[in-house]
């Protein structure tokens, strides 16, 4: 399913018009990425809980050249499903 797919599906459950709710998500989303660009996370209760976490540095070896790397510490964006989500989606959307 594409953005726009989602946003016409959304529209038709909620009752309002596509525009709308183009407008709507992209508040949305855009709240939760400044939220995230501040480290907060951000849990949806019956679907799950996004966070920031911090990956530190490490070594990694180029397969290719076999040379060793120094991979600086960076920040990532993980997504932990809500336990009821992750079974529905487990057993073919039967809880």
């Known amino acids: ?9 959304l529209s038709r459950k909620m009752g309002y018009k596509s525009d709308l709710t ?8 855009n709240a939760m990425g400044d939220g995230f660009m501040e480290g907060d996370s951000l849990q949806v209760s019956n679907f799950g809980t996004f966070e920031v976490k911090k990956k530190l540095e490490r070594v990694m070896v180029n397969p290719t050249t076999g040379l060793r790397m120094l991979v600086p510490p960076k920040l990532v964006l993980a997504f ?3 336990s009821a989500l992750k079974g529905k989606v487990k057993n073919g959307g039967e809880e």
């Open 1 to 9: 399913m594409n953005n726009k797919e989602f946003v016409a599906e």
């Open 22 to 29: 183009q407008k709507l998500m992209l508040n949305v989303v």
């Open 80 to 82: 932990k499903p809500h």
